[in-house]
């Protein structure tokens, strides 16, 4: 069993941290934020996450994670910052993973594994990492192993996948590779497959996100399509992914969450050669103008409507709004109005429009009761496919609601119970 310093305590660190725990490594957490490192210690987990307060609170009370107010040395030192995402220009901002290195340096000793598990755009771990841990005096691949090993886990289900997920482990050299393995291998159940360097290792994790919105974009330009066919999307795909060799995924109000819309880009970084990925990313983010489209239609005049919104996390059963297709509806809704919606929605002078969602507690948005939300209000869209969505009652919809306009972005409602209702329902 080895000693593992974990630094950045989010959703890929805190779990990575306490897997790393319970299977009996000592384990240093550490985390720039002081509050988050106080809340730990007193047992509390910060994040929403299925498993993972009873995870980290096993790990802490075995007293193999022990989180620490600096980094501490330690034979593996796994990096797992944050690289936030700069939207102007469409770039990682690198900060963290510089400030982690620098933080890092007078910690490094000779033998040492350092591997970084953000996602970061090609070639970062060797241009950008190495350099700065190399002010150490020591040397990436001769004195100090370097690897990149990117994390894949999906939120809603990390635990499990952290250790059934196949990994990719791609070294400065094969000493760095095979080091970084012996440590993966010891809770790893999935496949551990080694790349020749760490840029291929970033690349392919950027083309795994990529490969999804791209699938996505195509999805939801069917569904563009079969609205003016006037035909079933969701029929459609279906039928088209009976064919062994295609799999398309769901249409839907677009793609959010901090991955699928921000990966993509990471591959321009370097390079202007982004033409098939970068019209994916155009054709998903322009799906909340064309909902909004499709109430202006069945509305006729979207000023004094109520259009209720259900769902503001970016995916179902998740309390995540980050990048939300759901709060992006209810801006581009607001929009054309004389007094623009708040990003958080609310009302404007033309328009109101009421939001819901189940699993998100955020003080700064204006979210309702689902009863308040559809009471009086002409038209709804279902934004996210929550579960508690998916058993949604018609009765009590048209015994509130003002219209009968319903727009089902992500195929949750049953489209004859609601139409035998009396509602002119749309599904993407
Ligand atoms: N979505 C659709 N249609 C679909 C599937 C998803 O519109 O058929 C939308 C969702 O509603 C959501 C967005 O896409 O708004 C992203 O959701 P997601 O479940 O596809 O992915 P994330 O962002 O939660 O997690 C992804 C995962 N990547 C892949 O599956 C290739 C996860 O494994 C990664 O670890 C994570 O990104 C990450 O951290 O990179």
Redesign the pocket.
């Given at each position: 069993m080895s000693s593992v310093c974990v630094h950045g305590l989010g959703?890929?660190g805190l779990p990575t941290a306490a897997m790393l725990a319970n299977y009996d490594h000592t384990v240093f957490g550490y985390d720039t934020d002081e509050s988050i490192r106080e809340r730990l210690r007193r047992g509390e987990v910060h994040l929403d996450e299925p498993g993972l307060r009873a995870f980290v609170t096993q790990a802490i009370e075995s007293e193999q994670l022990e989180i620490t107010d600096e980094v501490v040395p330690a034979k593996y030192q796994i990096i797992c910052v944050p690289t936030p995402f700069d939207e102007g220009e469409k770039t990682a901002t690198l900060d963290y993973i510089r400030d982690a290195a620098q933080a890092l340096l007078s910690q490094l000793r000779e033998g040492d594994t350092v591997i970084l598990e953000s996602?970061v755009p090609p070639g970062t771990t060797v241009t950008e990492l190495q350099p700065i841990l190399e002010e150490s005096g020591l040397v990436a691949g001769d004195d100090f192993a370097l690897v990149h090993c990117?994390?894949?886990?999906?939120?809603?289900n990390i635990i499990t996948?952290l250790r059934e997920?196949n990994r990719l482990i791609g070294g400065v050299n094969g000493v760095s590779t095979e080091s970084a393995v012996r440590l993966y291998e010891s809770f790893v159940n999935g496949d551990i497959r080694t790349t020749s360097d760490p840029t291929v290792a970033e690349f392919a994790?950027l083309i795994?996100?990529t490969?999804?919105?791209v699938?996505?974009a195509l999805?939801?330009e069917v569904a563009r399509l079969a609205h003016d066919y006037e035909i079933n999307s969701r029929e459609v795909i279906d039928f088209a992914n009976e064919h062994p060799r295609v799999e398309l995924?769901?249409?839907?109000?677009?793609?959010?969450?901090?991955?699928?819309?921000i990966?993509p880009w990471f591959l321009g970084a370097d390079s202007d050669q982004l033409d098939l990925i970068e019209r994916a990313r155009a054709v998903?983010d322009r799906m909340p103008e064309f909902v909004a489209d499709l109430l202006q239609t069945a509305l006729g005049d979207l000023d004094d409507t109520k259009v209720a919104v259900l769902g503001v996390a970016?995916?179902?059963n998740?309390d995540?709004t980050r990048?939300?297709?759901g709060l992006k509806l209810a801006r581009e809704l607001g929009r054309n109005k004389t007094m623009p919606v708040a990003t958080d929605g609310g009302a404007t002078d033309g328009i109101e429009i009421a939001m819901h969602d189940p699993h998100v507690a955020d003080p700064t948005l204006d979210l309702c009761e689902l009863e308040d939300a559809i009471e009086n209000a002409d038209a709804v869209v279902v934004a996210?496919?929550h579960d508690e969505y998916e058993s949604l009652d018609p009765t009590r919809f048209s015994e509130r609601m003002a219209g009968t306009v319903i727009v089902d972005t992500?195929g949750c409602l049953d489209s004859a119970v609601w139409q035998g209702e009396g509602f002119e329902l749309q599904q993407l």
């Open positions: 959703y890929i996602t990117p994390e894949t886990v999906l939120p809603g996948e997920n994790k795994q996100n490969y999804r919105d699938n996505i999805s939801n995924l769901q249409p839907g109000l677009g793609v959010g969450g901090h991955c699928l819309p990966d998903n970016y995916k179902a998740v995540d990048m939300s297709p996210t496919d992500r």
